[in-house]
């Protein structure tokens, strides 16, 4: 089957650093996409990651490992509105899957 | 200069009923797709089209009809409501499937 594995919920505090794992297993793998999205929005990208290694955008980087079929969106220097929940994405052989979502709450 | 836009925002309709969501995007991607999300946040895809043609086709009931007049727009129609279908649905598209850009989503409510 295909399936995607992330933690349901996180808690962090502001200013600190947290990651968000994503396990899959796919037939066939074209890449790994990280979106977030806020209570009462829509999905909005953030990264992807095609080959192992680390790719930075901002305060966002995202991992990948395609041996161990294993991913992480890392967020550093926590903001309030970093709280949303956060989705990993992988698209397979004419398939689009994506994960369950991380909620991440961030504390003060 | 809405890159991905969807119509109507909200929805509340009667069991039964038959009703179609807008989508139009004005990025020149060639690849539009439609998702459900549904009250636990799940985002699953339903249909994906490349060019007007149907590239992705989960197993969604053919009550839930796809239309795409050309690869600006795509639409969806879906006949005979069920209380089940009450969701969210949103509408995105994207040059390459890895970078979706997602509309600003429609909350069907079926009552």
């Known amino acids: 089957g295909q399936s995607l594995e992330q933690p349901s919920e996180v808690t962090a505090v502001e200013g600190a650093i947290v990651q968000i794992n994503c396990t899959y297993q796919?037939?066939?793998?074209?890449?790994l996409s990280w979106y977030q999205q806020h209570d009462g929005g829509a999905p909005t990208f953030l990264s992807y990651?095609?080959?192992?290694g680390l790719e930075e955008t901002g305060r966002f980087s995202s991992f990948l490992s395609r041996s161990d079929s294993y991913g992480y969106l890392l967020l550093q220097e926590l903001q309030m509105k970093d709280s949303a929940s956060y989705f990993c994405?992988?698209?397979?052989?004419?398939?689009?899957?994506f994960g369950k979502g991380t909620r991440l709450h961030i504390l003060p | 200069d809405t890159a991905v836009s969807q119509t109507p925002k909200y929805l509340v309709t009667q069991m039964g009923n038959d009703k179609s969501i807008k989508c139009e995007q004005n990025?020149?991607?060639?690849?539009m797709y439609w998702y459900k999300q549904d009250s636990k946040k799940f985002l699953k895809i339903m249909f994906s089209?490349?060019?007007?043609?149907?590239?992705i086709n989960e197993t969604v009931p053919n009550r839930f009809s796809p239309k795409s007049p050309d690869k600006a727009h795509l639409n969806l129609h879906i006949n005979s409501l069920e209380l089940g279908d009450s969701a969210v649905y949103f509408c995105?598209?994207?040059?390459?499937?890895?970078?979706?850009?997602f509309g600003p989503g429609t909350r069907l409510t079926v009552t």
């Open positions: 995105a598209s994207s040059h390459q499937a890895n970078e979706q850009y």
């Open positions: 796919t037939s066939g793998f074209y890449g």
């Open positions: 990651n095609a080959l192992d």
């Open positions: 994405a992988v698209r397979g052989v004419d398939k689009i899957i």
């Open positions: 990025l020149g991607h060639d690849t």
């Open positions: 089209y490349n060019n007007k043609e149907l590239i």
